[in-house]
């Protein structure tokens, strides 16, 4: 009986687990702006259930999603890749924001979700607006011919916009960097 009710509990929240990831798989990414207010939910309900179901680690507070769904590896591998973004500095003479991500390995009926990232830490800084002024970055947009590769525009100082390339590689990192030109 005790086993019968171990189990159940167990397939339970394996099912759970694959409910909420299929809602961060699919989630539909905009590009449209992403919110530096402070009242603003930072991660998307989906995630913020994901992580509850699966222990995956949390971002910083005040942290704001920046992509959350699916992405290929150059060689077919699906990830749910989480990518976000906080405030670094906000003072003279610019805000400066760092990107931050996590890249899952998707769970199955019979495996549980594992988180690859090995380091949470953001390794992009980017300034992005002067301190009177609120940043735009916009969400990040999945490339509709590479599945590995997608693009988040960003409102720059002095009125100029840039381009950031995400490239999931073969060994689970994402490599961040801004477009050259812009």
């Not at 890249?103 to 300034?127: H, N, Q, W, Y």
Request: negative net charge; hydrophobic residues 40%.
């Amino acid at each position: 009986m005790l086993l019968c009710i171990a189990f159940g509990r167990q397939a339970w929240t394996q099912a759970v687990v694959l409910y909420w990831q299929r809602q961060c798989l699919d989630y539909p990414n905009t590009g449209q702006p992403v919110s530096f207010a402070p009242s603003a939910a930072g991660q998307p309900s989906a995630w913020a259930r994901f992580q509850s179901a699966t222990g995956a680690p949390a971002g910083q507070p005040n942290t704001y999603c920046l992509y959350l769904g699916r992405m290929n590896r150059p060689d077919g591998v699906q990830r749910l890749v989480y990518v976000y973004f906080c405030n670094v500095y906000n003072g003279p003479p610019k805000t400066l924001v760092g990107i931050a991500y996590d890249v899952i390995d998707p769970a199955t009926l019979t495996r549980p979700a594992k988180s690859l990232a090995d380091d949470m830490a953001g390794d992009f800084v980017l300034g992005v607006a002067s301190p009177t002024n609120n940043p735009a970055v916009h969400g990040a947009i999945l490339d509709p011919t590479d599945p590995s590769h997608f693009t988040v525009q960003v409102d720059l100082l002095y009125g100029r916009t840039s381009v950031l390339d995400g490239f999931l590689g073969n060994d689970d990192k994402l490599q961040i960097e801004q477009r050259p030109g812009s």
